[in-house]
């Protein structure tokens, strides 16, 4: 099967990373776009780009009638879906075939064979390969949940048989929580995929995330390419992957390939797929899915091996037999990456939506970084919120995590809240670095009530404060404060990071130094003039670099690998209450409504569900706040609402 020009069905890094490949094989690509991703830096990394036309996913990246047509109209002979999206879906696959185009991907039968979950765990019981407990049957009431998941035992895990990423999904650990988990991860299955059928599976406690690439080709070879331990995750959605997992041995490595491999043969599969399986304490493994397709975390395999996976695919698409067999598969260091999110870690996790300032990714040895952004690039509500994967490869494990954490605190991203500073904590929490994280880690020691929003260090103010000093001296030319005698009076500044304030006094000297205060602190402060969203600064002596960018009536400031958007409000007048406090319940972010629980007049109580916002591919339960009778609810089903736009108010009862 020969082809010249392939369409890449998908987005964003995704897209990215599969033209740098084809393009270095010498093949042409198209891309596709949606009308917000018209200027996005995937549609500029392909030769040819066709629009879809709108903007949410269900329109444009997944509407499989558009996206042929665009093939059609470049004249590509072969489609790539990358990762996400339409690439585990087998009508996509077959629908490829049936206009003549390569699908550069397994076969419509192995993945229509895995795109279910319950049906993949019968397959995968018949094939010996082993699973977790559960049910898996077609009888799909609630009551029969129910009496299933007391049957199992709780605690349980209720998932949606279709599809992945952590959506429609939820863990169950009391017997009264079962029928409102059962309703929302039904909800939420059928809104993401289009089914609402759930399977059921005992919860393994404290157990690894571990998953075995898989390959195979059109001449009966498969073969495994070790495992990625993804433990460390957050709503069942993986966070840090490395390559290998610090708890697999040459022996179990071997036992859970040897499943894998089999998995894949029970399925006739073709291409890259990951297997996976949770890994208990004691060393026993069970499977949990396949994902007929690339995986996100595909880079740690390739730093591992020194092979380029998408090139294998291009390779299997083609008919040709796959570069290595098992026995000369390598595996060389140690590879870690995260997952980079514009996301509010200290807010829910709150997805952030926004323009991207300034981006510039770390560089070095054993560095790299997967993304799709580019300076003044937006962030938009229609998909998922990743920025980019920062990946770090190193002899030791310990190189590996020590690298990455500095590559994170080296990366620059200047816009939307990111989950950067997180990320660097885990990486060198005691546990992480133990090698000892499991699927309990985060819930374990970042817990919702224990993290905090870091905050600004006097470096951060002093900057700051210098900054609106610097600018407002020059745009007026002249010194800022008032006279007395002939010195003249030092000027006092407000300045606010969220909900934190601070005054910043500066008194510019004779030598063109400025003696500042902030709080307790007392320094001297030199700055200089930014450029190329840089600036030089020194306190008492000590010269330092920072990234920074002008915005508004502030500035957003990249230091010491925390990035901080500081505000001058010196000016600023007095403000009213949030009215998040009297009953006004406001949409967190850019999204589309996609149930109204209550109208005017109900009456409701303090954590009632209100209204549901679907963003970024999570649906976010609006509650109300206090007891009362809600007044109005200006918002209806399907409608696209911006941030801050209000949901619904209630009338607090007295």
Same mark, same amino acid.
């Given at each position: 099967m020969t082809f010249s020009k392939i369409l890449i069905a998908n987005r964003g890094e995704i897209a990215c990373r599969i033209a740098r490949t084809a393009r270095m094989l010498g093949y042409r690509t198209v891309a596709v776009f949606s009308d917000a991703d018209q200027d996005a830096l995937h549609v500029a990394a392909c030769d040819e780009a066709v629009g879809l036309g709108g903007n949410l996913a269900g329109e444009t990246y997944l509407d499989i009638a558009k996206v042929l047509a665009a093939a059609q109209a470049a004249g590509a002979d072969a489609v790539h879906p990358g990762y996400g999206f339409l690439s585990e879906n087998a009508a996509f696959a077959q629908a490829c075939s049936d206009a003549g185009l390569v699908f550069i991907g397994p076969p419509p039968a192995a993945i229509d064979a895995m795109g279910n979950k319950a049906a993949a765990k019968r397959r995968m019981i018949d094939a010996d390969v082993p699973c977790v407990p559960g049910y898996q049957g077609n009888d799909q009431s609630d009551a029969l949940l129910i009496a299933e998941a007391k049957k199992i035992g709780l605690p349980i895990m209720v998932k949606a048989a279709a599809g992945g990423g952590g959506r429609g999904m939820r863990l169950v650990n009391t017997e009264s929580d079962l029928a409102e988990a059962i309703r929302t991860a039904r909800d939420e299955a059928t809104n993401a995929f289009g089914s609402g059928e759930l399977i059921l599976e005992k919860a393994i406690v404290d157990a690894r995330h571990v998953e075995i690439q898989v390959f195979a080709d059109a001449h009966g070879n498969v073969v495994h390419l070790g495992e990625r331990d993804c433990s460390v995750q957050r709503r069942h959605q993986k966070v840090i992957e490395e390559a290998p997992s610090p708890v697999v041995d040459a022996a179990l490595r071997h036992r859970m390939g040897t499943a894998a491999v089999a998995a894949a043969r029970a399925i006739g599969y073709r291409g890259a797929g990951t297997v996976e399986f949770l890994l208990g304490k004691d060393g026993s493994f069970y499977f949990l899915e396949m994902n007929t397709r690339l995986q996100v975390e595909h880079p740690v395999t390739e730093m591992i091996t020194g092979q380029d996976l998408v090139a294998w695919q291009l390779a299997v698409a083609a008919g040709d037999a796959l570069p290595l067999q098992q026995d000369e598969i390598r595996f060389t260091g140690h590879a870690i990456e995260v997952r980079l999110y514009a996301e509010d870690p200290y807010n829910g996790f709150l997805p952030q939506t926004g323009t991207v300032s300034v981006w510039r990714p770390a560089e070095g040895t054993g560095l790299r970084v997967d993304h799709g952004v580019r300076n003044g690039q937006v962030i938009s509500p229609y998909y998922d919120p990743m920025i980019a994967k920062v990946i770090a490869h190193g002899a030791t494990r310990a190189d590996a995590a020590r690298k990455l954490a500095r590559a994170l605190e080296d990366t620059v991203v200047l816009g939307p809240t990111t989950n950067k500073h997180l990320l660097v904590t885990m990486l060198r929490h005691p546990v992480f670095v133990a090698g000892d994280a499991t699927t309990a880690f985060i819930g374990d020691h970042f817990p919702p009530a224990a993290l905090t929003a870091p905050t600004p260090t006097a470096a951060h103010w002093a900057l700051a404060g210098g900054l609106v000093y610097e600018t407002a001296r020059v745009q007026t030319g002249a010194l800022l404060g008032g006279w007395r005698n002939s010195n003249p009076v030092a000027t006092l500044l407000r300045l606010r990071v969220g909900s934190t304030r601070q005054e910043i006094q500066l008194d510019r000297?004779?030598?063109?130094?400025?003696?500042?205060?902030?709080?307790?602190?007392?320094?001297?402060?030199?700055?200089?003039?930014?450029?190329?969203?840089?600036?030089?600064?020194?306190?008492?002596?000590?010269?330092?670099?920072?990234?920074?960018?002008?915005?508004?009536?502030?500035?957003?400031?990249? !230091?010491?690998? !925390?990035?901080?958007?500081?505000?001058?409000?010196?000016?600023? %007048?007095?403000?009213? %209450?949030?009215? %998040?406090? /009297?009953?006004?319940?406001?949409?967190?972010? /850019?999204?589309?409504?996609? %149930?109204?629980?209550?109208?005017?007049?109900?009456?409701?109580?303090?954590?009632?569900?209100?209204?549901?916002?679907?963003?970024?591919?999570?649906?976010?339960?609006?509650?109300?706040t206090a007891d009362g009778t809600i007044a109005s609810v200006p918002v209806k089903e399907g409608e696209q609402v911006p941030a801050r736009a209000i949901l619904a108010t209630v009338t607090i009862a007295p």
């Open positions: 000297r004779a030598d063109g130094t400025l003696a500042a205060v902030a709080g307790d602190t007392t320094f001297i402060l030199q700055i200089g003039t930014p450029r190329d969203a840089q600036v030089r600064f020194a306190i008492d002596g000590v010269w330092r670099q920072a990234h920074v960018h002008a915005i508004g009536d502030g500035w957003l400031i990249e !230091l010491d690998g !925390l990035s901080l958007a500081f505000a001058d409000v010196t000016h600023e %007048a007095p403000q009213s %209450a949030d009215a %998040a406090g /009297d009953g006004t319940l406001r949409a967190p972010m /850019d999204g589309r409504i996609v %149930a109204v629980k209550v109208a005017a007049g109900d009456a409701v109580v303090r954590g009632q569900t209100l209204v549901v916002l679907e963003a970024m591919k999570m649906q976010h339960q609006i509650r109300a």
